[in-house]
Nanobody, 127 residues
Framework: HVQLVESGGGSVQAGGSLRLSCVVS????????MGWFRQAPGKPREGVAA?????????YYADSAKGRFTTSRDIAKNMVYLQMNSLKPEDTGIYYC????????????????????WGQGTQVTVS
């Protein structure tokens, strides 16, 4: 059973930065693609960033995140991170990390239906 727990959310002014962390338990962690998703009130959940499994190091970002967000993972520590810079009010929402076997690199990495393990989320508010 895979468990994910996010942390690092909070309130920040526009232009500021936050670093989200996600601790992952479960022996299959190394092989899973790790995704970051967010959901704003009244809006569907959207993919923000993802990083591949098996030490691939490959990443994929939504256009809204490119150049501002960076995702990384520390397999030895069972951690995944999302560094968010130059935050905007439209980045506000609940951020979730997710794990799954999602297939070849590409836009599907940001498809929430490809992930079957989810954290509880952490709130990010940008004003």
């Amino acid at each position: 059973h895979v468990q994910l727990v996010e942390s690092g959310g909070g309130s920040v002014q526009a232009g500021g930065s936050l670093r989200l962390s996600c601790v992952v338990s479960g022996y299959i962690y190394k092989n899973y693609c790790m995704g970051w998703f967010r959901q704003a009130p009244g809006k569907p959940r959207e993919g923000v960033a993802a990083i591949g499994g098996r030490n691939s190091g490959r990443t994929y970002y939504a256009d809204s995140a490119k150049g501002r967000f960076t995702t990384s993972r520390d397999i030895a520590k069972n951690m995944v991170y999302l560094q968010m810079n130059s935050l905007k009010p439209e980045d506000t929402g609940i951020y979730y990390c997710a794990a799954g076997v999602v297939g070849a690199w590409g836009s599907m990495w940001l498809n929430s239906e490809r992930y079957n393990n989810w954290g509880q989320g952490t709130q990010v508010t940008v004003s």
